[in-house]
């Protein structure tokens, strides 16, 4: 949907599917910055409203259906239809306070607590995304988020 280099034409609301927008560093290596599912909106919002290519990637994990609309037509709404405005305001601060209790959670979360918290926020991802990208979210190896998987495990029996 979207490529590092290209600027954010659209914001993408979610009928069907599975996307994740991640940034690839320069050796190569996914980060995974946000997953969307139903009735979820994915856009690279610096992108979209800078008109600047965008340092992220946002691809589907499965087949999916989108609705889109550009940058003018959303903002032709804010101006003729104001309660479009406040919609995507609040869907905005919303976006903003979830990614602030990330980095938060990044900053003094043990890995154990931020897989916790992943596992409880968006249980609807389970099953649809790999082990590798729910890693890649949690800044750990795949490998290592096995090691927490058995810890909790062995620890709930």
Same mark, same amino acid.
């Given at each position: 949907?979207?490529?590092?280099?290209?600027?954010?034409?659209?914001?993408?609301?979610?009928?069907?599917?599975?996307?994740?927008?991640?940034?690839?560093?320069?050796?190569?290596?996914?980060?995974?910055?946000?997953?969307?599912?139903?009735?979820?909106?994915?856009?690279?919002?610096?992108?979209?409203?800078?008109?600047?290519?965008?340092?992220?990637?946002?691809?589907?994990? %499965? $087949?999916?259906?989108?609705?889109? +609309?550009? *940058?003018?037509?959303?903002?032709?709404?804010?101006? &003729?239809?104001?309660?479009?405005?406040?919609?995507?305001?609040?869907?905005?601060?919303?976006?903003?306070?979830?990614?602030?209790?990330?980095?938060?959670?990044?900053?003094?979360?043990?890995? %154990? $607590?931020?897989?916790?918290?992943? +596992?409880? *926020?968006?249980?609807?991802?389970?099953?649809?995304? &790999?082990?590798?990208?729910?890693?890649?979210?949690?800044?750990?190896?795949?490998?290592?988020?096995?090691?927490?998987?058995?810890?909790?495990?062995?620890?709930?029996?």
């Amino acid at each position: 949907m979207l490529r590092e280099g290209d600027v954010c034409q659209h914001n993408s609301f979610v009928v069907h599917g599975c996307f994740r927008m991640y940034k690839t560093d320069e050796n190569g290596k996914d980060h995974n910055l946000q997953f969307a599912t139903e009735n979820w909106w994915i856009l690279d919002m610096d992108s979209f409203y800078s008109q600047q290519p965008s340092v992220l990637n946002i691809e589907a994990l %499965e $087949e999916s259906t989108v609705y889109q +609309i550009k *940058r003018e037509n959303q903002i032709k709404l804010y101006t &003729s239809y104001p309660r479009f405005n406040r919609i995507f305001r609040v869907l905005s601060e919303n976006a903003l306070i979830a990614s602030q209790r990330r980095v938060l959670q990044n900053l003094g979360s043990s890995t %154990e $607590e931020r897989y916790l918290d992943f +596992i409880e *926020r968006y249980p609807l991802l389970f099953g649809r995304i &790999s082990n590798l990208h729910v890693a890649s979210y949690l800044g750990i190896t795949p490998e290592f988020l096995s090691v927490v998987r058995k810890r909790l495990a062995s620890n709930k029996g």
